[in-house]
């Protein structure tokens, strides 16, 4: 019944910018917590940044100072601002929610950053 669909991604140049959407649908309550993770080939997924319901946020050192996560309860909706992108941020790029003690996964949007 829940499912998370992400959009935004894309081909951006090192030091562009890009805007994640994750937008969750079959949601009656707010959705505790979203975050983005993120998987590059041959390495393993990492979180990059999360959110609370209240909205306390945490990022991966990677990405401090040039990623910003934030959320609109009203629309259930998880975005992630990513500034000064870099090549080694290319990777794809996964939405995550816990919503009453359930674990969900969007299926990924690919982020490409290269001149």
């Known amino acids: 019944q829940v499912q998370l669909v992400e959009s935004g991604g894309g081909l951006v140049q090192p030091g562009g910018s890009l805007r994640l959407s994750c937008a969750a649908s079959?949601?009656?309550?707010?959705?505790?917590?979203m975050g983005w993770y993120r998987q590059a080939p041959g390495k393993e997924r990492e979180l990059v940044a999360g959110i609370s319901s209240g909205g306390r946020t945490n990022y991966a050192d990677s990405v401090k100072g040039r990623f910003t996560i934030s959320r609109d309860n009203a629309k259930n909706t998880a975005y992630l601002q990513m500034n000064s992108l870099k090549p080694e941020d290319t990777a794809v790029y996964y939405c995550?929610?816990?919503?009453?003690?359930?674990?969900?996964w969007g299926k990924g949007t690919l982020v490409t950053v290269s001149s």
């Open positions: 079959g949601i009656i309550f707010s959705i505790n917590d």
């Open positions: 995550h929610a816990r919503y009453r003690y359930m674990e969900y």
